[in-house]
Antibody, heavy 121, light 111 residues
Framework: EVQLVESGGGLVQPGRSLRLSCAASGFKFDDYAMDWVRQAPGKGLEWVSG????????GYADSVKGRFTISRDNAKNSLYLQMNSLRAEDTALYYC??????????????WGQGTLVTVSS | QSALTQPASVSGSPGQSITISCTGT?????????VSWYQQHPGKAPKVIIY???KRPSGVSHRFSGSKSGNTASLTISGPQAEDEADYYC???????????FGTGTKVTVL
């Protein structure tokens, strides 16, 4: 059974940084692309970033490009999101999602329960 | 990359069918048969119910079906049940450095 457990969320001031982690189990982690998807309170889903199985293909939403960095450690079955220069509009529940294939395609076969990031002074 | 456009809400009774549209562009929905649909109940993580336009994952009810024409994808719920009340999101591959785009979301109410 796919298990994804996010951590690292919390309250942070605007302009500061935060690093999210996602611990994966129940599947062969290094066979699949992984993504981050966020959901602001009461709002819809927004794709944030994705990384291919071998980190060779990485993409970002325009809203986070240049501020967020996605990475993975296949030896540790872990996915990360380094978030810098945080803004109030980054406040959201951040989900870790497992793609169906080695590259992101929008077909997510597993989701974590999310970690809440609140950006406020 | 702008979000795909969905109606904010739709409703229907168990004897009817509900169809949710998802309008994109020739750069996303129009170019790839990589449209997925997600169901999200309040306080829960999303769950995939349709992938690659019209395929149903194992365990998903046959009430759910998907289709695509041009730049618009659609999700149909045939004979909706109370448990189908939820938010629904379409999602498409974009083929650009922004890999994926979600729809604006649709709240489904079963009357």
């Amino acid at each position: 059974e796919v298990q994804l457990v996010e951590s690292g969320g919390g309250l942070v001031q605007p302009g500061r940084s935060l690093r999210l982690s996602c611990a994966a189990s129940g599947f062969k982690f290094d066979d699949y692309a992984m993504d981050w998807v966020r959901q602001a309170p009461g709002k819809g889903l927004e794709w944030v970033s994705g990384i291919s199985w071998n980190s060779g293909n990485i993409g970002y939403a325009d809203s986070v490009k240049g501020r967020f960095t996605i990475s993975r450690d296949n030896a540790k079955n872990s996915l990360y999101l380094q978030m810098n220069s945080l803004r109030a509009e980054d406040t959201a529940l951040y989900y870790c999602a497992k793609s169906s294939n080695y590259d992101s395609s929008g077909y997510f076969t597993g989701w974590g329960q999310g970690t809440l990031v609140t950006v406020s002074s | 990359q702008s979000a795909l456009t969905q109606p904010a809400s739709v409703s229907g009774s168990p004897g009817q069918s509900i169809t949710i549209s998802c309008t994109g562009t020739s750069s996303d929905i129009g170019s790839y048969d990589l449209v997925s649909w997600y169901q999200q109940h309040p306080g829960k993580a999303p769950k995939v119910i349709i992938y690659e336009v019209n395929k149903r994952p194992s365990g998903v009810s046959h009430r759910f079906s998907g289709s695509k024409s041009g730049n618009t994808a659609s999700l149909t719920i045939s004979g909706p049940q109370a448990e189908d009340e939820a938010d629904y999101y379409c999602c498409s591959y974009t083929g650009s450095r922004t890999f994926v785009v979600f729809g604006t979301g649709t709240k489904v109410t079963v009357l």
